[in-house]
């Protein structure tokens, strides 16, 4: 298989399943999101909350990094894999299912972490932050369109989601 041919194959296949990978039952903004004033004042997280919830993710965050790097490790050992010459199918094979391995162990210990995130908050606020979700994912795709202004209603719309 050429050099073309296998990066062609290589990125198919990572992005198949990246799109597996963000389909996510909860959905989050990235980051401390709860020390955002804004967030927290729409959501009226509690400075108890704020410390459980800086509690609970410490760990989870601190492995993640750890997981992260297993994911960036893999995908370069797919990447090798897809371009040696002469080409092995069954060696890309192994190393996409290490790298498969490497994302769920990774989205498992995410989603525990969302688990108890979504048990210190009220059913209120887990709603309302939802729907937080929803707004900014609706703004990320209006603002996808290539229009006079995108950029600085892109802009606009990233610093509000940030406050």
């Not at 919830?53 to 370069?76: C, E, G, Q, R, W």
Request: with cysteine; hydrophobic share 40%.
């Amino acid at each position: 298989m050429s050099g073309r041919a296998a990066s062609w194959l290589l990125g198919s296949l990572l992005v198949c399943a990246g799109g597996f990978a963000s389909a996510q039952p909860f959905s989050v903004p990235v980051g401390k999101w709860w020390e955002r004033p804004r967030i927290a004042g729409r959501l009226g997280i509690t400075p108890e909350q704020v410390s459980k919830l800086n509690a609970a993710t410490y760990p989870h965050a601190k492995a993640m990094i750890d997981l992260k790097a297993s994911v960036d490790k893999a995908t370069l050992d797919l990447q090798a894999a897809s371009e040696a010459e002469p080409f092995e199918s069954e060696r890309a094979r192994i190393a996409f299912g290490v790298l498969q391995q490497a994302r769920q162990r990774l989205e498992a210990e995410r989603f525990e972490m969302l688990l108890k995130v979504r048990a210190i908050m009220a059913t209120d606020q887990w709603r309302r932050l939802q729907e937080l979700v929803r707004e900014r994912r609706e703004e990320s795709s209006e603002g996808a369109q290539p229009t006079p202004g995108a950029g600085l209603k892109r802009n606009q719309q990233q610093r509000r989601w940030q406050d």
